[in-house]
């Protein structure tokens, strides 16, 4: 009778588990859901103060110079080196895989070309920024919160969004084009060097790929992608450094979900704009 009666308990305790997990499952996708529409309305808000109209133009065209500095200048030698290598990597494995003596060798250069155009070039470049500039400024502006210096900038009648967020901004959305650019051709002309230093391809078949077939239009494509990325580079982590609460710990913490998040929502951008564009 008592192992008649402990199957049955424990029966009795499977058969109601399913359903206290199910019910705790949906509890929780509701909870998920409901915070990222929160994060969201948050993020709006927070950029509806940051495109208020300056109090000084003055002030903040200097912030901007500063910024463009800091984002582009900064982040120059950085980006030169990976796209040079991306390139000359690029160059290699196209060559690798286009054995076929059906198959022109002028094919390379005009494959690394429009494939550094469209993805490579805008998308690699945003990834290392967001790594980058992005956790810079999420750990700046956090720092600045927790050291209650907003509250400080806020009570003097100060717009603190504005002010610490709008130069970022602008910086960004002015400068992350320019680094695409400059990406663009360093990884053409990485895949020029890799090719020729590798006796993958001849130079002069390289550069016959590069010129013959070009569409203009892949560039307004990639200039598209840097301009919406250069805005979520810089937006995203500001947004997670003006929100955070504690200290030091916090302040890190904040530095990492922001550029995982930024990473995140740069791809699913890629993604729309190529949709919407090609």
């Known amino acids: 009778m008592l192992l008649i009666s402990s199957v049955k308990q424990t029966f009795e ?12 499952n949906n509890v929780n996708l509701r909870v998920n859901y409901s915070m990222i529409f929160h994060h969201f309305g948050k993020y709006v808000l927070l950029l509806r103060k940051v495109f ?12 901007i110079f500063h910024e463009m500095n800091e984002i582009g200048i900064g982040s120059l030698g950085l980006i030169v080196i990976i796209s040079t290598f991306i390139g ?12 076929s003596d059906l198959i022109p060798p002028t094919v390379i250069g005009q494959i690394n070309r429009d494939s550094n155009i469209l993805e490579l070039g805008p998308t690699i470049s945003a990834l290392v920024l967001m790594g980058k500039v992005g956790s810079a400024i999420s750990s700046q502006i956090g720092s600045m ?5 907003i509250d400080a ?19 960004g959305a002015v400068m992350v084009p320019a680094l695409v650019i400059i990406a663009i051709f360093c990884a053409i002309t990485g895949g020029l060097i890799g090719g020729t230093l590798s006796g993958a391809v001849a130079p002069s078949d390289y550069i016959q790929g590069i010129q013959g077939g070009f569409n203009g239009f892949t560039v307004t494509v990639a200039l598209v992608k840097a301009f919406f990325f250069g805005f979520i580079i810089t937006s995203v982590p500001a947004y997670m450094g003006f929100y955070v609460r504690g200290g030091a710990l916090e302040v890190g913490q904040a530095g990492t979900k922001a550029v995982v998040i ?6 699913v951008s890629d993604y729309i704009i190529t949709a919407l564009m090609l």
């Open 153 to 171: 900038l806020e009570i003097m009648g100060i717009n603190a969004p504005g002010y610490l967020i709008l130069p970022k901004v602008v910086a």
């Open 13 to 24: 305790a499977v058969k109601i588990l399913p359903r206290k997990c199910v019910y705790c």
């Open 52 to 63: 208020k109209k300056p109090e000084k133009w003055k002030i903040y065209s200097k912030e």
């Open 88 to 99: 000359a990597v690029m160059t290699l494995q196209i060559a690798f895989q286009l054995v």
């Open 145 to 149: 919160r927790v050291t209650e210096q």
């Open 262 to 267: 930024g990473c995140i929502s740069i791809l």
